[in-house]
């Protein structure tokens, strides 16, 4: 999907409530050694010390993403995920905009979902990923729907 041409309504599918938990250790618990396919880092754009992944689960699949953080002694250790409609970051990153470019790299590789099940956190960085992808594609004069842009007094 193409986050900049969805209303928000559209991209947030509602506002089911999920569990009131964070996702994140219980993902990280079910996956396999290694639970990313490495060499397949990307570094964020917004801070070199994390990167995304594909989660390893059989076969590269960039819908599923995880998120890295690069150790003193240059391995990665995974501080996020974003795998079906589980969204979670470990604590100690919370807060400081890092699941943005997750959503945005995961949702280029996932339809438009007709429903979502997560938590207030969750749907609040689904919103503002979706509020920088429009202003994104705005700045770069992608054809940004009317109705889109002004939901964000663009």
């Not at 996020?80 to 699941?99: P, V």
């Amino acid at each position: 999907m193409i986050v900049w041409k969805l209303t928000k309504q559209q991209f947030l599918a509602g506002q089911a409530q999920g569990s009131a938990m964070n996702p994140f250790p219980l993902v990280i618990g079910s996956l396999p050694e290694p639970a990313w396919f490495a060499g397949m880092e990307t570094i964020l754009s917004s801070d070199p010390s994390f990167a995304t992944a594909p989660i390893n689960r059989g076969k590269v699949d960039l819908a599923h993403q995880l998120l890295l953080q690069l150790r003193p002694d240059e391995t990665w250790e995974p501080v996020g995920c974003y795998m079906d409609d589980s969204l979670g970051l470990k604590a100690l990153i919370q807060g400081r905009g890092l699941s943005t470019e997750l959503i945005l790299r995961c949702s280029l590789h996932r339809p438009v979902p007709k429903s979502r099940k997560m938590t207030d956190e969750g749907f609040g960085a689904l919103a503002r990923a979706h509020r920088i992808a429009v202003q994104t594609a705005v700045e770069a004069g992608l054809p940004v729907a009317t109705d889109i842009r002004s939901h964000y007094g663009l």
